[in-house]
């Protein structure tokens, strides 16, 4: 499955007069100046107090709050969509699927407030019977949190929960290179800690499962200090990180997320966002920043740059963004993750007892999940392809990825799983605008001698992400609650 389908060409041919309706600008977000018939070759001119580069859910965000202050916002954007790292997409048939972020959960209060103003309802992801192990090559089921592995591997994962739990609730999640401890932790990466103070296989595997379930990346890439941080961010508990019921995975929305950012756009007004607009160079000159994206350039006083940091880089800024935050969102990658979703006539394995939770030891496939909504009766399985194996996904065909996922599926939910009304896949390493999925994780070191540069203010220039949240980091809610604390900080600035 490929990115959406470009209208580059489209409105390339249409010429500039095209782009200035496209962008809106009667719209009282923009100047006259907007409004007038752009010269041949020359694109069209926003003026307005705040232009926010990305319409994720924390670039609408921040200009929702920003407008509701009165300030007027015009918004940026690379995709065809907005939403960013929020994507559904409806299948043949209509059904919702979510390509992006999913699910939802307790503490969450900023993404489930959204949503009640939306009027988006919301569901409990199917939780009802047993779940499924797949290691060694064999198969159990269990009920409950956790893959049922010898009871020394049990008492010492758990311990090791506990101990993460404990050193998460010691720091502070605004500098957590302030813990006297911080060096000793971002100096190794998550694998060395765990073959270190982890003796038996099962427990090693569920860390490494843990990892690749919240990071979409190897324990080898990241420090232990992150996945620290990430715990504390969290609540300072690996429960509510990984629980369904009870957890980060116990609710989805009616109708997929999307319609979460929609509806923030929609709150905009018409003309406030312009799609298929790559953010090429930002220029600051005296009291004025101009935002060039290939449709249309925005001047404004403030600039908020809501993009993950691994894609900052990708944006001339003159003058040059400071060497620190340059660095730092080099040393910043995307995960990497793909997603398999088979859409069925009903979520047959119900009726047999299961969740349609797995987790496996092998891939592609290691984590799945029932998607299927509420209404339709079809039954939705997405399985997670995480770290490695999403690397490798990528290069295979697409025959043989559908033949490798419908293969575990088969295993483990009857061979009915072998025939789907429709098979996709999507990887998000392979999108231009992307590059990885669901979160930016700091290379070993980074945190302790970077810091907090990739959320720091340069001049007009203002950084937010979910990455840069202190309460639920790479999550919907972290990116809502980063894109409101930007746009205080603008307004503070203006």
């Not at 559904?88 to 489930?112: C, H, K, M, Y």
């Not at 420090?223 to 990180?241: E, K, M, Q």
């Not at 160079?281 to 101009?290: E, I, M, P």
């Not at 592609?364 to 997670?384: A, E, H, W």
Request: hydrophobic share 45%; glycine share 10%.
């Amino acid at each position: 499955m490929s990115s959406p389908l470009s209208r580059r060409n489209l409105l390339t041919a249409a010429g500039a007069g095209a782009l200035t309706a496209a962008v809106g600008a009667s719209s009282a977000a923009t100047t006259a100046a907007a409004a007038e018939p752009a010269i041949a070759g020359e694109l069209p001119v926003i003026s307005v107090d705040v232009a926010v580069i990305g319409a994720g859910l924390t670039g609408l965000s921040a200009a929702r709050k920003l407008r509701d202050a009165g300030r007027s916002v015009h918004v940026v954007e690379a995709d065809t969509r907005v939403g960013g790292r929020v994507w559904t997409e409806p299948a043949s048939d209509g059904t919702p699927l979510n390509w992006g972020a999913t699910f939802i959960g307790p503490t969450q209060d900023r993404v489930l407030a959204l949503a009640r103003e939306l009027g988006v309802g919301t569901y409990k992801t199917w939780n009802s019977g047993k779940n499924i192990v797949s290691f060694y090559g064999g198969l159990k089921t269990y009920t409950g949190a956790i893959p049922p592995v010898d009871l020394i591997a049990l008492l010492e994962i758990q311990s090791v929960m506990t101990k993460l739990n404990s050193w998460a609730k010691s720091i502070d999640p605004a500098a957590p290179w302030a813990d006297s401890r911080a060096v000793e932790w971002d100096s190794q990466t998550f694998h060395t800690w765990v073959h270190t103070n982890i003796n038996t296989a099962g427990a090693r595997k569920l860390a490494d499962l843990l990892v690749l379930s919240l990071f979409s990346v190897e324990m080898r890439d990241l420090s232990l200090l992150h996945v620290i941080w990430y715990i504390r961010t969290a609540g300072s508990n690996l429960d509510l990180l990984l629980n369904t019921a009870g957890g980060a995975q116990e609710s989805q929305f009616d109708g997929g997320s999307q319609r979460l950012p929609e509806g923030l756009a929609a709150k905009l007004g018409a003309g406030a966002i312009t799609l298929d607009s790559p953010v090429r160079r930002v220029s600051v000159d005296g009291a004025v920043t101009r935002v060039h994206s290939e449709r249309v350039i925005v001047e404004a006083r403030r600039v908020l740059v809501a993009v993950p940091p691994p894609m900052i880089p990708r944006i001339v800024f003159e003058p040059g963004l400071s060497a620190m935050k340059d660095q730092l969102c080099q040393r910043m990658p995307m995960g990497s993750v793909a997603k398999a979703i088979a859409i069925y006539d009903t979520p047959f394995w119900r009726a047999k007892g299961y969740t349609g939770q797995v987790t496996s030891d092998q891939g592609p496939v290691k984590i799945t999940f029932d998607l299927s909504p509420t209404s339709g009766g079809r039954g939705v399985m997405m399985g997670f392809i995480d770290g490695q194996d999403a690397r490798e996904f990528g290069l295979t065909s697409p025959a043989a990825r559908r033949t490798a996922v419908l293969a575990q599926f088969a295993k483990w939910f009857g061979a009915e799983a072998k025939l789907p009304r429709e098979y996709r896949d999507l990887s998000w390493d392979a999108l231009p605008h992307h590059r990885g999925c669901p979160v930016a994780v700091p290379s070993p070191g980074s945190m302790v001698g970077f810091r907090d540069a990739h959320r720091t203010t340069e001049g007009p220039l203002h950084f937010a992400s979910t990455e840069s949240a202190l309460k639920w980091a790479g999550y919907m809610d972290g990116a809502i609650g980063a894109g409101e604390a930007a746009a205080a900080e603008i307004q503070a600035a203006l």
